[in-house]
């Protein structure tokens, strides 16, 4: 029960978090949400002003719709180990929780579409240079999704990528 990626303004985001959660079964054992918000960049990549005011509205959001706070975590700008941890944990923990746990996975922050696979990557906190390396210093979203699927298959896994998604042509090494 895996639901693609989306993108969408903040008020509608709280709006769909609202009609998806409250009408998903009552009996579901355990919601659990992980909130990433990365806004800390270097100036070259381009300081954002949102993400975490992003992220704390969303857990304000959830709380009211019957997310337990000790459910809820808050990442505030994640480097790349520190994302994918936090992503390991949930998942585990939504797999602990049974078949009818929900999941919710929210990222604000750079992201980007590398231009040679058209795969869509979240850019940690911490990336020094936008430069044809970056992928390498980026995590692919297709690879979180198919690691929620996995790692917790029975569980409902929403994930909302709240991020610009450029296309990225950038010079290789050697001017290339």
């Not at 992503?87 to 231009?115: E, M, Q, T, V």
């Not at 020094?128 to 917790?152: C, F, G, H, M, R």
């Not at 409902?156 to 001017?175: E, I, Q, T, W, Y």
Request: net charge positive.
């Amino acid at each position: 029960r895996l639901h693609q990626p989306i993108t969408m303004p903040m008020r509608s985001l709280v709006a769909f978090l609202f009609v998806i959660i409250v009408t998903l079964p009552a009996m579901a054992q355990e919601r659990r949400a992980l909130l990433i918000g990365n806004q800390a960049y270097t100036r070259e990549d381009g300081v954002l002003g949102n993400p975490i005011n992003d992220i704390n509205l969303i857990a304000a959001s959830l709380r009211k719709i019957g997310f337990a706070d000790r459910n809820i975590t808050l990442i505030k700008d994640g480097d790349w180990r520190t994302i994918l941890r936090a992503i390991d944990r949930d998942a585990k923990a939504l797999k602990a929780a049974g078949p009818d746990a929900i999941g919710f996975l929210y990222y604000s922050g750079h992201g980007a579409a590398n231009n040679r696979n058209r795969r869509n990557y979240l850019i940690p906190v911490g990336v020094k240079k936008l430069d044809a390396d970056v992928w390498y210093d980026s995590i692919p979203l297709d690879e979180i999704v198919t690691s929620l699927k996995q790692q917790s298959a029975n569980a409902a896994h929403f994930v909302v990528f709240d991020a610009c998604r450029n296309l990225l042509n950038l010079p290789s090494k050697g001017g290339k």
